[in-house]
Nanobody, 115 residues
Framework: QVQLAESGGGLVQPGGSLRLSCGAS????????MAWYRQAPGKQRELVAT???????NYAEPVKGRFTISRDNAENSVYLRMNNLKPEDTAVYYC?????????WGKGTLVTVSS
């Protein structure tokens, strides 16, 4: 059974930092491209960052220069370091594993940026 489990969300003040983690089980983690998505209240889910099996990364414009995605294949985990957080970063953050047409999703972790 495939499981993606996010953790690390919470309440943080504007300008603060958080590190999200996503642990995967039930898949050959190193064979999957990984990504973080987010969904703010009343909005569609949007792509935040991706990292390929080879370690290449890509970021959505709103988070470039502030967020960093990384992976540890030995730990079957992907991470999202978020710096200089803004209120508009408030959302549920989801971990995604993709290989060809196969997609797996975690249940999400809530990040709230507020003073």
């Amino acid at each position: 059974q495939v499981q993606l489990a996010e953790s690390g969300g919470g309440l943080v003040q504007p300008g603060g930092s958080l590190r999200l983690s996503c642990g995967a089980s039930g898949i050959t983690f190193s064979a999957y491209n990984m990504a973080w998505y987010r969904q703010a209240p009343g909005k569609q889910r949007e792509l935040v960052a991706t990292i390929t099996t080879g370690g290449n990364t890509n970021y959505a414009e709103p988070v470039k220069g502030r967020f960093t995605i990384s992976r540890d294949n030995a730990e079957n985990s992907v991470y999202l370091r978020m710096n200089n957080l803004k209120p508009e970063d408030t959302a549920v953050y989801y971990c995604n594993a993709k290989r060809g047409l196969v997609n797996f999703w975690g249940k999400g972790t809530l990040v709230t940026v507020s003073s």
